[in-house]
């Protein structure tokens, strides 16, 4: 895809976030080469455009934030998807999560409660040539039952406890991964065993912005 507003400075500042995230543990080429693709800096309000590959959050409006790179990467591994896979994404937020999961040739289907950033990535993302991408305005504790199962299901926001409708919508064998606490979460992931058989890994902690129930209409 050729982006008249990447720059070879983007390019490289971009080439050396990839560098940083493998010397800070991250594996997998699949994800390391997509986020060597994605334009963070167009997924960013302008005051912060210049910090864009910087291995760092930042807020993008509604109260919420885009998330780290490291974290982005963290959780694409965990969901342990190939090229083709159907995967849910509850929390589109600014869109980044969901732009690396394209690159990867993921065919999603993300959730967001807030309308603005709803609205916002429903534009962005085919602008920028990602169109394996449907957008829904809801809530993510739902989940898109109509749609399920998928071969993996990512939560970017913190929820409290375990989503419990959302279990149900992993393909068996499939994994979710989902930051699970209050004020600080536990990145844990859950694989699908059977119809009813559930197993749990937890890979450290970590800070998201709550997940909340129903659609936040503006008021
Ligand atoms: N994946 C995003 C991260 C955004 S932060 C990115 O790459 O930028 C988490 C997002 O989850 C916020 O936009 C928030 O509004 C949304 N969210 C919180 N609770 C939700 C729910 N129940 N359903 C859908 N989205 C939710």
Known sequence: MILENDSFRHKGLRARLVK????????????????????RHLFLDSSFVKFAYRDMAFPIGAGQTISQPSTVAQQSTLLNVKAGDRVLEVGTGSGYQAAVLCEMGINLFSI?????????????????????????????????????PFDGIVVTAGAAAIPQKLLLQIKI??????????????????????????????FGECAFVPMLSGVAWNK
């Open 112 to 148: 967001e409660r807030q309308p603005d950033l709803y609205n916002k990535c429903k534009r962005l993302l085919p602008s920028l040539g990602y169109s394996r991408v449907r957008f829904y305005l809801g809530d993510g504790y739902e989940g898109l039952p109509d749609l399920a």
């Open 173 to 202: 064998g499939g994994y979710m991964v989902v930051p699970v606490g209050a004020r600080v979460q536990t990145m844990t992931r859950i694989k699908r065993i059977s119809e009813d058989e559930f197993e749990k890994e937890a």
């Open 20 to 39: 940083e995230l493998e010397a800070k543990g991250v594996a997998s080429a699949e994800v390391l080469e997509a986020i060597g693709k994605v334009p």
